[in-house]
């Protein structure tokens, strides 16, 4: 079975500044997808931005980019220029074909507040 | 917007009763995925269908029950609801190509309040 663990339950920076979230993940699958999804205080769920595990360069989307170390299993996320619509609760999730059929399994989310 | 559509939005009812949600994917997405969102349990895989057929199940009670329709719309059932069913319920919609990993868009939701 697949876990997903996020250790920071709770972070904070100011604007403009760089901010880095944790994931750690567990798998036997060789095929597989990691995501960070953002949940704003509207509780819309919000695609941030995915990995591919068999592409070993890191993902990218304007201020959001990931570090992924398959072989430690960690995807953390990092935000730069962070900005007040950051703020929200942070997912990672894990997705695999195969016999999980491609169902996401969640981290217990991270808590970001972006300061003034 | 991701292109899912989730009615209703709010859902408030008693216990004992029977309620439907309903979801509509993205155009040419062919897998609805339903979760739940709980305080205490947070983000909980339910059920998956796969182009009109039920593909996974998840943590899903006998008292609720699913289906995808032929034009796609996938319904979720929750009946003899109970105080503890009172939670978020998220559909989400993916490709699912050839049994590999899926990237799953989701819609806003259907808060659901049983009083």
């Known amino acids: 079975a697949q876990t997903v663990t996020q250790s920071q339950p709770e972070m904070s920076v100011q604007e403009a500044e760089t901010v880095t979230l944790s994931c750690t993940y567990d798998?036997?699958?060789?095929?597989?997808?990691l995501f960070w999804y953002k949940q704003p205080p509207s509780r819309q769920m919000i695609l941030v931005i995915r990995?591919?595990?068999?592409?070993?360069q890191n993902a990218t989307e304007n201020r959001f980019s990931v570090n992924f170390q398959k072989a430690a299993k960690s995807f953390s996320l990092k935000i730069s220029d962070s900005q007040l619509g950051d703020t929200a609760m942070y997912f990672c999730?894990?997705?695999?074909?195969?016999?999980?059929?491609?169902?996401?399994?969640f981290g217990q989310g991270t808590i970001l507040t972006v300061h003034p | 917007d991701s292109g899912v559509t989730q009615t209703p939005k709010h859902l408030i009812t008693a216990t004992g009763q029977r309620v439907t949600l309903r979801c509509s994917p993205r155009?040419?997405?062919?897998?609805v995925y339903w979760y739940q969102q709980s305080l205490d349990q947070g983000l909980q895989f339910l059920i998956q269908?796969?182009?009109?057929?039920?593909?996974a199940k998840g943590n899903i009670l006998e008292r609720f029950s699913a289906q995808q329709f032929p034009d796609l719309h996938s319904e979720l059932n929750l009946s003899s609801l109970e105080l503890g069913d009172s939670a978020l319920y998220f559909c989400?919609?993916?490709?699912?190509?050839?049994?590999?990993?899926?990237?799953?868009?989701f819609g806003p939701g259907t808060r659901l309040t049983v009083l």
């Open positions: 989400a919609s993916g490709t699912t190509l050839a049994g590999g990993p899926d990237t799953q868009y």
């Open positions: 798998t036997s699958e060789n095929n597989y997808y």
């Open positions: 990995q591919e595990a068999y592409k070993q």
């Open positions: 999730a894990f997705n695999a074909g195969g016999t999980s059929y491609g169902k996401l399994t």
């Open positions: 155009s040419g997405d062919l897998s």
């Open positions: 269908y796969y182009n009109g057929e039920e593909r």
